[in-house]
Nanobody
Framework: QVHLVESGGELVQAGGSLRLSCAAS????????MGWFRQAPGKEREFVAA????????YYGDSVTGRFTISRDNAKNTVFLQMNSLNAEDTAVYYC???????????????WGQGTQVTVSS
């Protein structure tokens, strides 16, 4: 079991920034990759970013490249998502997830957090 808990989501004005955190616990050694996904009401789940625990390799979805940064603290088993230049299109529930391999699609992730709401006011 891998347990994931997101935090940091809140209401923020357009143009502002937020930093989300995802704390991982349990058998984290069995999963090398962590990803962030988001889902807005009425829309499909969207890939945001992913990072490898072992190599630090990162990958971003087209809609967030240049604005968001994913990072990790291996010692604390925590992954972060720094979000800058937020706009209304970023409003969604953000989920962190764990995958055995470094992938960018949701089907590869078998452990998920409960999600944290990010709301960007226009």
């Amino acid at each position: 079991q891998v347990h994931l808990v997101e935090s940091g989501g809140e209401l923020v004005q357009a143009g502002g920034s937020l930093r989300l955190s995802c704390a991982a616990s349990g058998r984290t050694s069995s999963r090398d990759a962590m990803g962030w996904f988001r889902q807005a009401p009425g829309k499909e789940r969207e890939f945001v970013a992913a990072i490898s625990w072992s190599s630090g390799l990162t990958y971003y979805g087209d809609s967030v490249t240049g604005r968001f940064t994913i990072s990790r603290d291996n010692a604390k088993n925590t992954v972060f998502l720094q979000m800058n230049s937020l706009n209304a299109e970023d409003t969604a529930v953000y989920y962190c997830a764990a995958s055995r391999f470094f992938r960018t699609y949701a089907g590869a992730y078998d452990y998920w957090g409960q999600g944290t709401q990010v709301t960007v006011s226009s």
